[in-house]
Structure formats: C-alpha cells, structure tokens
C-alpha cells in the first residue's frame, strides 16, 4: 500500500483503547467511537479522531475493528440503526475482536448475507492477552474467516500481534471464537482455583507467601496462579485488573456453547456457579484474586504460621496437590472441547501452553491428551493414580477443617468417575461419552 | 421373658430422648446418661433413671442403646475411660443407632474383639424418621449384625420401630449404616435442592406458595420438599427442626465413605461444599430450610408476582424441570452407590421411597434402574431427552437472570456426560466405569 488505510474502531475500554491507539502510535487514522464520551476526549488526546456515530465512525473505512464487551453490544453496534455496517463501504474488512460464542460469529455471517451485505469481509478475531499487550501490538489473536477475508485482513492483525502469536484457524467464521473459548475453559478453572488454593492454605494456617514459593515454577504452577497471586498477597483487588464479571462472561459463553453443543463442562460450571455466588456477595467489580476473600477474612499475607519446618511442608503439599489435581482436570475438560467442536488440538496446545491458560500440569499431560484425542496412543494411556491420591488428601483434610473445595471436589469426582485405575484416556472419557 | 429388661441408653438429644422415654412408657427400667445436666432432669422427670457415669448407665444392662450424634462420641462413650464397654454385662446387646460411616461401625466390631469383648452382641442400627416417630416408637430402622445378635436384639428393634419399618440388611455389621448413607445420598441432595428450587423461583419472580403448588404431588415432588417447604414458607428457620449441620455432617459420611470406597458422588460433593459455605455464613445451627436465604433475602411468600397466567406457568415450570432433573440424577447417585457397596437394592427402593429420600422420581426410575444395574435389562434402557432439554432450559434462564444453581448445573453436566442419547443406562454408568 502507498499510503496507510484509514481505520474505524469502536469499543475504547482497556483493551480496545489500548489496541486503537498503538495504531494511532503506528501512523494509522484511527476513528473512534466509544458509548463514554469522557474515553472520547482521552482518545482524541492520544491522537485518535473521536466519533460519537457508529455509521459516521465507519465511513469510508475499508478496514473496521470492533472490541465491544459482549455479543450483545457487538450486535448493537455492527446491526444497530446507526450500526457500523450502514457506514462501511462495499469491500470492507470487518474484524470482530470482542469474545463473543462461536455461535454469535456465525450469525454476523449470516445476517451479513442475508441483508445483502456479503460483500464485507467478515473476520472473526477475538484477542487475548490484557491491556499492556494491547497497547504494545503484541496480543494473541485467535482468527477464523475464509481465506479471501483472512488475506485482506491480515496485515491489521498482524498490527495488532506479537509476530508468534497470530494463530488463523481453520474452520472459517466461529473457529476463532471456539479457540478463544477453549483456552477460557483453562482461564475459567484456573482463576478460581487461585483462591480456593489461597483459600484452603489461609484455613489450614498457611502464609499466602509461603504458598506462591511453593506453587510458582513447580508442578502446581499456573500462569494465573503466577499472575493473580501478585494482587493476592497485596490485597489489590479494587478494582485491580481483571474484574470478576469478566470471567464470568467468558464462562457462561463457555457454559452456554457446552449446552447448545451437548458437551459436559463440569469443572467451568462449578466455577460459573461460585462466580455467580460472588457477584451476589458484590466482588463482582472486583479483581478475581479477591475471590479468596470467599475462603477467609484476613488478609493471607498475615496469617501467622507457628507449625515446624516438617509440619508446614505436609500443609503446603495438600495445596499444591489441590492445584495439580484441579489443573490435570481443566486440560481434559480444555482439550476434550477442542476435539468436540472440531479444532485442531496441536494448535490449542501451542497456543495455550504459552498463554494465560497454561499450567505445568497442561504442558506435561496436555502434550499427552492430544495423540489419545486423536485415536493414536490410547494403548499408552498413562495412570494417574498419584494425582487420584493427592487430590483425596487435600480433599479429605479441607473437609476435616469445614473448608469448601468446589473445584477440588469437582475434579476428584471426575478422577473416581474414571475408576479404579484412572488414566488419561479413561478421563478424557468422561467428556466423550 | 417374665419381667421386662433393664435397658442402659446414652445420647438424650431430640431423637435419643424420644426413644428413651417411649421405652419408659413402655415399662421398661431405662437408665439414661447424657453430658447435659438439664436434660438429665427432664428424663426424670419423665419416669427414666438418669445416671452422669457411662460405665454406671450400662452396670447389668443386658440390653444397652448408644444414640449419640457421630462416630467421633460413639467411641469415647464406648470404648473411653469411664466407658460403656466397661459397665456391660456379659452376653449384652449393644445396638449403636448413631448414624456413622459403616466403617466405623465395623470398626467397634474389631475392636470389641481385640479388648476381649467378643461376647457382646453388637448391632449396627442407624434411624431414620425425625423425633416425633422417635417418641412414638414407629422409627425406620435400618440394622445389620450377626444373626445371634438380631436374634438377641430384635425385640428391642421392634419396639423402637414401625412394624413394616424394620429393615434388616443383609451383610453384617456395617450393613445397616451403608443403607442408611445411601438413603441419605437422596437426603443430601433433596434438602438442598428444596432451596435451590425455592431460591431460583423467587429471582425469576415467582411466590414461593405457588412453587409449593406446582411441586407437592407432581412429578417434581419430594418428601424433603413437601416437609421443608412448611418451614420455607414460614421462615421457620430459628432452630426449625432440623439443622444444617445435621445433613452436613451425613453428607460428609457419604462423601468420606466413597473416597475410601473409589466412589463418585458428584451431586454430595456440590451439595457438600454449599452446606461448608453455608455454615461460613453463620446457618450451621439454623433449619436447612433456611438455605434459601442463599439465593433470596426477601422471604419467599412476600414476593409479588406480575406475571400473566401463561408466563408464570412457564417460569413455574423452568422450577418443577430443575427438580425433576436433579432428582433424576440423585436417584442414580443413591442407587449406584447402593450398587458398589453390595446392598440389595429392591430393599433400598422398598425403604426409601416412602421415607425422607422419596421423590416421584426416585419411585419412577428408580425402579427402573434397579433390573439395569443388575444386569437384567440394560437394553431396555428409558431414553431420559425429555429431562435433559427441560434441565438445560432451567440452567439457561438461571444463567440469564445470574442465579447460581449449584445442584442443577451439576445434574446437568451429569445428563450431557452420559452423551446425546441419555438413556438410564447409560446414566448409572458415570457411577460405574
């Protein structure tokens, strides 16, 4: 291209104002429309033009992107009376960021067509990564589209990604959306199981310093035991960075996908519900590593450990055995996903072993799910008793001291649905029936 | 007998006094001991001989009741210091009607033995029917031991129970306190479920005396529902007659006893963990009824309903499907594990359904699933769609209006892992593998 494309943008919130503005920085014009006129003025400040007409900020843009919260917002938004797609001129590129169901992106497809307005390049896209990587360019983006749209496309997200981090999916329209909802089933898990973690340690008379040590860079590691466990030990959760209806609206398209396509997702649905059940107590705006305020009043930074050396280790591997019996579950229930709405699983792998959704636990048997998911090696299928036993441990103790384990219970009754002599192809079993 | 016996009786709560003071009625000497003084005196006052030594209480008893509230005092009245054991006569009965895991209950077997006190006849008797039947002698009891010591027992057993409510189980000690855990694996589930049902029902704007109606005597019927709702309805919560740590502490046999046993109890362990954060929240000693104020601050039968006819039969309606689903579900859980402990199953169908885990469910299918499970009609199958699609519109709309329902997700997950084709067989197998 001679010159650089005009861009429209609609959706300035934290991630969407970060992306739109490192396209200002990379010397696009960036029209922005935003519901929020006070992000209007911040974007005009940061060199975007603002618009407050979503046809008038579509105008003449042959490339749009659209980073609304919900499908809800994004069909408002492209399908509206003063929709995006009444402004958009023929040919144009329509890249929809937001996490939406896989469902939702088909239906854009359709409705598109249906209105006539199929010769818009529709890219199904949604991102992940927060804010920081945002305002870098240096997200990870999960697309599907055909491959004229992908073509014309491309170079915007490539704008928009870390050069690694761009994963096109096959599939065409909703392949990104499922990839994204996919990995959100570790996300999903994996957040909660920070504060029940926390929880469950805070309650046995454990330091929460002591069990960040414990956790990070061994087997019971997560990136979001990693990530939140930082705002943990700081008591930083409002609002912090990642509000707990956040998670809860990527559980539910999780949830609802799961109903809609018959697949069991029991872990994501404990989880929804103990989200659900922290929004009634008001932590919904809050950070999500807040939620270990469910499990215990005082901060778990304070908590004074008097037990010995021998005492403490006993303690801290019922938690660490918790978060590896939780994290062993939430990569069949993530990879068993996958395969059921047809993804492909070594893609998944590559993407979330690296990303918020990757554990030691996913890394190590995730790598192992995948050849048995494809019917190669299930005559390899490793036992995984030691993870039964651990995990009945911690479930046994917490249940001594009145400690709620939802997930640990969940994933421990999943582990004896699989039998005596649990292995991975039995457990992955359980979500194949 | 000429004269009738004396009989030793510790444990002087709510059922334990009940029962004491109908075998004074009928004329029988019964020495009580209790920990608390006050009630001591009300035994006298009601005709019994009250004793403040356990040893003392059980000095010449031949025939001697232990009904204290868990294993934990079981075996300090036993076995301690001052002990019952101690005090009993040679050749007595001893018949523990504490509801204890049968692991427990095999465990005072052998240990009689080891001290010597093989002469005992020991009886494994846990009971079930609240305090007035207690006080009324028309129990259900559900009791196995050696049949010499039936034999010795079983007169008393027949005092203290409804003639067609004596169930004597074959297989031993620990017979009897398997059947009762698997009566209450329906207990469990039900209690919470009454709340659930109730709690769900007032979000979605519905007037709990409605819910009643649609409930008692149709396919969503309950025993448990029938009877909590009075006090729902009421918030007769404060005791009420039946506390959350009561089920609590049953759930947590059921729970332990299927760890031990490689067991999955999925809808237990979810009931498990609300009744934990239930107690968090300071219900513990409040009726179980009272769970509702999980889901609703404002009483139940103060809500005002605005809907028309039509769409208040269809909410009403998303409420009867969430219980028809999960008792579905608890019928599976209770009989399946009924299965895997070696217990006859028509005669926990035959116990059950008429007692506090009846539902209109259980009555249908679980007879049904009885022929399946022993391998009579597995191709005979019911095929259960119908009760999928009606859980998941129940699990949508919660979701829509961000109701948690702990039981109702997880029944469903159950239902979507059993695949496409639920059918009963398939159903039972997720507790089978």
Redesign the interface.
């Known amino acids: 291209m001679s010159s650089k494309p005009a861009i429209g943008f609609c959706g300035l919130g934290a991630m969407g104002f970060g992306m739109a503005t490192h396209l200002v920085k990379q010397g696009y014009s960036v029209t922005g429309f935003d519901v929020y006129a006070p992000t209007l003025d911040k974007f005009k400040a940061a060199g975007g033009i603002p618009s407050t007409s979503l046809s008038e900020s579509a105008k003449d843009k042959h490339f749009y992107v659209c980073m609304v919260a919900t499908a809800q917002q994004a069909q408002a938004a492209i399908f509206g009376e003063d929709g995006i797609e009444k402004g958009l001129p023929k040919g144009a590129t329509l890249l929809l960021c937001s996490t939406v169901p896989s469902a939702y992106a088909t239906s854009v497809e359709k409705e598109l067509k249906e209105i006539g307005r199929d010769d818009v390049y529709f890219i199904d896209a949604p991102v992940s990564g927060g804010a920081i990587r945002a305002a870098d360019g240096t997200l990870s983006i999960m697309t599907g589209a055909s491959p004229s749209a992908i073509e014309k496309g491309k170079w915007l997200l490539e704008e928009l990604s870390a050069p690694s981090k761009l994963f096109i999916v096959e599939g065409g329209i909703g392949a990104g959306s499922n990839m994204k909802m996919v990995h959100q089933v570790l996300a999903a898990i994996q957040i909660l199981a920070v504060s029940e973690a926390f929880g469950f340690a805070a309650r046995l008379g454990l330091n929460g310093k002591d069990v960040r040590e414990a956790v990070v860079g061994g087997r019971a590691w997560s990136w979001m035991f990693e990530n939140r466990s930082v705002r943990t030990l700081k008591e930083d959760y409002f609002p912090g960075a990642s509000a707990v209806t956040i998670i809860l609206k990527d559980t539910?398209i999780i949830?609802?996908m799961?109903?809609l396509l018959?697949?069991?997702?029991?872990l994501c649905?404990?989880a929804?519900?103990?989200y659900?059940?922290s929004?009634?107590k008001g932590y919904g705006p809050n950070d999500d590593a807040g939620l270990v305020r469910?499990w215990s009043s005082e901060p778990v930074s304070n908590i004074q450990t008097e037990f010995s050396d021998e005492d403490k280790k006993a303690k801290l591997e019922l938690v660490t055995n918790l978060l590896i019996g939780i994290h062993l579950c939430a990569a069949a229930e993530s990879i068993a996903f996958a395969k059921h709405v047809g993804l492909p699983l070594p893609q998944l792998y590559e993407l979330a072993v690296d990303a918020a959704g990757g554990s030691a636990m996913f890394k190590e048997f995730g790598a192992k799910m995948i050849p048995i998911l494809e019917g190669e090696r299930a005559e390899n299928a490793e036992v995984l008793g030691s993870y039964l036993e651990g995990l009945?441990k911690a479930?046994?103790e917490a249940?001594n001291i009145?400690?709620?384990?939802?997930l640990g219970?969940?994933a421990?009754?999943?582990m004896?649905?699989?039998?005596?002599n649990l292995d991975l192809a039995?457990l992955l079993?359980?979500?194949t029936?």
């Open positions: 539910g949830t609802s799961a109903r018959n697949f069991p997702a029991p649905s404990i929804e519900q103990v659900l059940s929004v009634d469910l009945k479930v046994e249940q009145k400690c709620p384990l939802y219970s969940g421990l009754n999943l004896l649905q699989s039998g005596k039995t079993t359980l979500y029936v």
